[in-house]
């Protein structure tokens, strides 16, 4: 089964930006609402941000004003810029449809260090 590929993570000092990337062959993102999911230690995987062919966005309130995604259907990409970013954005992150309708991917790792 199709799985996305993320990347972009990183160590980044409080108050930094990372812009993470999610690619997967075929032209699945074109038909599907994608979203970015996280997953911190000992907590449940939680939904981010989304966006649909219109490009309509939704955000979590924790993320609101900082994150931005964005997609590239010609390219198979979403993408998401953090900004602003603080140690509770500390998870493995990792994108699939917004009703995880894919094979989760490994998902790339932010670190934010105080």
């Known amino acids: 089964q199709e799985r996305p590929v993320e990347s972009g993570g990183g160590l980044v000092q409080n108050g930094g930006s990372l812009r993470l990337s999610c690619t997967a062959f075929?032209?699945?993102?074109?038909?599907?609402?994608m979203a970015w999911y996280r997953q911190a230690p000992g907590s449940q995987r939680e939904l981010v941000a989304r966006i649909d062919n219109g490009e309509n966005t939704l955000y979590a309130n924790s993320v609101k004003g900082r994150f931005t995604i964005s997609r590239d259907n010609a390219k198979n990409a979403i993408y998401l810029q953090m900004n602003n970013l603080t140690p509770e954005d500390t998870a493995v992150y990792y994108c699939n449809s917004a009703s995880a309708t894919l094979a989760w991917g490994q998902g790339t790792q932010v670190t934010v260090s105080s």
């Open positions: 075929g032209n699945i993102f074109s038909i599907l609402v």
